[in-house]
């Protein structure tokens, strides 16, 4: 223990201690802290993506009709559809309340996007946001089944343009 | 100061330790059951989730699934609703934990059946998690 004179209350060893505690408790606190936030974030991003995700499967899935011609012979064409979203909503595409989306095919905003749907990209501002990008089969005549399998076995397939649809989430 | 004799040195780091100790143990009591709160809300939504993302898979590919919510890591009641009421303008989603809500409003669930019920025509249905059901499309 430093010297000390009469009367004095409070020894320089009992500051030092104090402050060497006080510090360790900051440094834990601040940790705790900082992995509490990691983890939030991360809920947040695998939420946004999530509904990302969900949102663009019902787009393309909800919307494909590309078989109509023979679909009654037990055919489903997964990852094609026509590009006009027009007849979908927001709420069918289950993205809840509290969150916005804005649809783009090839880049350019979907001149005929799910109705509900924000017709401008999400704000600069925006914190969180999630993207969820699709190629899909866009066919380019009424499809027919013998294009269609054509398609299957081999190149020179002229039935189809690959596209992309990228549906972004925000809140 | 005389043999035997308490310092007031001495004296003042036990009331100042005893306080400290004491704040601490009030601090740590709120933070624990903040965690507990917050456990079972990180819980409810990670059900909300996964019940959420399943009952899309279902919609958007035309599947039957037995789907079996995760597990909370504290145990509590527990329940999904599947609410497809119009009439509130309030369908959706809503997981209940001990408490805590965690839900999505304003999705639509025509064409999904719960447990071989649709729930097209302003039906809901109400399942506990800790119960094996089916998700199907109607």
Redesign the interface.
Known sequence: MTGRTRGQ???LD?LLA?AV?ILAVGVLLNHYDILTTQ?KES?VK??LN??A??AS??A???NADCASDFSTQGYKI?GCTTSNFSSL????L????GFSCYVTLDGGAAANGPGGCESTDAPLDAKDVAVAERKYLSPNTTLSKQDYEKCITGPGCTAYTVKKLRVKIWR | MAKGQTSIDLLLALLAAIVFMAVLNIYIGNLSQDAAQSSLRNSAKAILLDAYAATGEVKAYGLTIDYMPPQPAMPAPCSIEFDNDNSDAKTGLKVSLGGETAGYSGINFDDIKIGGSSLAGNNTATKPCNEKFTIGKA
């Open positions: 209350m409070l020894s009992f104090m505690i983890g809920r695998s939420e999530t509904i995700q969900t499967q019902q393309l899935e909800k997964y909503t927001k709420n069918y289950l993205v809840p309340e």
